[in-house]
DNA sequence: CATGAATGAGTTTTCATTCAT
DNA sequence: CATGAATGAAAACTCATTCAT
């Protein structure tokens, strides 16, 4: 990497082309435009990024970064599960809340037509889905399987695949509180303040209550 | 005159415009490729459907048609709720196999950068998101509504917001199905072969588990 | 010629394609259009004319043959030149107001870029000038000729120039009449209901003086 | 970076343009050719001007100006109503010799199909015959009601519409010397060299023969 | 034969990428 | 080296003309 662009300047890119890429997807966002709202030009965009699919990857680990930030926060704090859970909502509000693009980026590399390699200069050319789901799938049946083993859960589940439909339900969430189209329906369901803060504490109490009946089942 | 396109031209055209559109996005399919695949001319297209978007807008239908359908058949039948449940995501599994590519649509269509008008001669120009999920969202509460009022389940729910992480649930099982990422995504958490036609009754056993013990509650 | 056609027909598909010509030049009306407008087929439309210029010219030849008609009329009436203009101008604007389309279509043949040879089966393949402006230009240079000698106007002009002169004046109040630029630029100069029949006497009576003064100059 | 174009690539590309305008009509011309005529790409068409319209717009602006000169040239010059009149002429013919096309793309924007607006930083969106009628009319208006003040033209005429006649004049001058319908028409009546640069000042002196006529009456 | 649906070359416009300055 | 104008391939869309029925 050159020197010349100062933190701020590169700052200033990502953070414009990942809003240019969560609104309008891998295939509509416009790196001219891209250059021009961030006050640099195109040539130091193909400077620092190979081309426009590499400015995408960057955006995106930059995206992951963070969500992965937030998480490990979560996982550090300890706790029982439920606590852990409460936190992790907590967390997933307040963080789609302050920068529902990332989530939004997020969403987008779900989607095919996107880029599916990403190339990290810690794992070399990954495919997305292990960069990403690797770290928290782990953290998850962990979690599951400890609090199975101290007896806070149902013995006769599958760990692994409660820790899916669990980051399903996570992974909805954060859509519904970022994305456009999960808000509206969202609001089709729960009502059209359902999405906002002031609900905050009333959805996460009910996804609890869902998630602890799920985890504990009725004994 | 030149023969109109038969009835088998015309599903060739939308079949293959649904491929386009659900693996490379609205604005990554090519009209004159799904024309050339289609076996057709450009002509043809734009004497049938306004453009782009009033081809896309017609796939998009007859996809959620497909899903509406398959979703009234099961409510037809009747029974518990966790018969319901489970006819649902039979139903859900047999369609996501026989065709993943509406299911691909659909989740094209949740990203921002596809239309979000879909112009329908029954309902006007709606929103994408209310006539997707005013349908399935009514469902979903009506019936969770009668159960609780059956004691079939909790009392201390709101029945909107199960309703909704149920949705929830249903449509990211959809996706694990349908979608490359997902399905990754499904295999980094229970397996490689998590989503292999072999393993659909185990996951519906542990998400009917899972759901059951949400909906009733350590009682 | 086929017959199939009734005479109604053609003149229906005659009329549509004068009235889309004329509005949108040559260039810019549509074959399809007009064939759906005129209530038949495009093949008909190829049956009967060659291509699009082919209607193009027919239209046009028809156009003139108008024109022609209500100024072989004025001829035939004679009297004094003054008289004769007189006529000349009430029928022009008699004309401009019953069929302001003919006129129209005469303006977009004065532009390049319409077709430049008419197919004539009387003439053959002609210039469009010739045909158009052979007979009034002769009829109008006959009639100074005449009046000079006469005596009725002045013995030291050009005839051909003057009938060159006058011609021009009476192209541009028809223009005035029947094209929206024209129309509006004789509003600029002569006030917003210039160009309404109330007016067209007064206009009448301007342009005899100002023709009068022109031929008899100062004598 | 790239060098921008060079003021004589730009004059080079509006010249191109606006032949292929004045020669085609708007419908008519294409931008790909006027860009690989111009000597660039049609990229540089478009970071230029907004679109095709932008680009005739910015043509016939030019065109406008250049007329515009002209004629406040003569203005500026003083004199008698005749004096000024053989000067308007002259300048006409020297002008309509010295820049055709721009009296041919003049007499584009008077057909019905060409873009009806132009977008002046000066003026606005502004309607066509407003802007280029605005000024003469006003001038010509003035400059008869002062001559008829000075008793140097009769007293009983309309000096709106006798500008209004005297100006229609004068465009078919301009268009018989620039458009080749109008020159071919000046052939048919008045002589195979009719428009020829030699003839110009017998053409000058007997449209001021029939103009001084026009404007003195018979006294 | 009349039909009018299909054709596909041609047009406008966009935008990722290059490269002269 | 940074710049940002220029490039031109690619994509959406139109419409004169053809030709199978």
Redesign the interface.
Known sequence: MLKPLTQDQIDRIIETAIRHF????F??ANINKIAAESGVSV?VLYKYYQDKTGLFTTCVRQSLDYLDTVFRETQAAGGTLMEMIESLIRKSQEAAREHPEYF?LY????????P?QINDSEHGNV????L???GS?QL??RLLQEAKDRGEI?A???P??????F???M???H?AYA????R???Q????PD?ADAGRDE??RK??M???????????
């Open positions: 969560a609104d309008k997807g295939a509509g040539g939004r969403h987008q590399i779900t989607v095919s037509g996107a599916e495919n997305v889905t292990e990403i789901e690797g799938a998850y049946r149902r006769d589940i599958d692994a695949m409660f820790a899916f439909f980051d399903n339900l992974m909805m969430l859509f994305c456009d189209y999960y509206d329906r969202m089709v369901y729960c009502g359902a009333a959805v009910q996804l209550t869902f998630m602890e009946g799920a985890f504990r089942g009725g004994d």
